[in-house]
Structures are given as C-alpha cells and as structure tokens.
C-alpha cells in the first residue's frame, strides 16, 4: 500500500477508508482542486480580484465599466 503520488507506504487504516495517497500529498491535492475554483481578474482602477470560475463575471463577456 504505496503513495499513488510519491510511493511512500500509507497507514492500512488510512488506506481502508479509501484514502490512496499520504498525507502531505493528500493536502497537496485538496489544495489544487479548492484554488481550481477561482480565478484572479484584473478589476478597473482596482487591481486584482478573486472569483469563482463559473462566475457570472466571467462568462458575459462585458466591462464592468462601459
């Protein structure tokens, strides 16, 4: 019962409920998927902002000046 990511052995327990990677690399992966939800746009005359991908913001397509 080896790491899928670095191969290092995992703990049986943490294998039994389903978890297949240690736990560094385990964060590592929920980090990724969590920042995969956003997106930094540059915003008018304020620099950047923080959304979500499937934001309104994003798909119009239009200025959020004129």
């Known amino acids: ?3 899928t990511e670095c191969g290092t052995p995992v703990d049986p327990e943490r294998w039994a409920i389903g978890k297949d990677t240690c736990p560094p690399c385990g964060s590592a992966q929920a980090n990724h ?8 746009v540059l915003m008018p005359k ?3 902002g923080i959304v979500t ?4 913001d994003l798909l119009n397509g239009r200025s959020s000046g004129r």
């Open 33 to 40: 998927q969590i920042r995969s939800n956003y997106n930094l």
């Open 1 to 3: 019962m080896d790491c």
């Open 46 to 48: 304020q620099g950047f």
């Open 53 to 56: 991908a499937n934001s309104p």
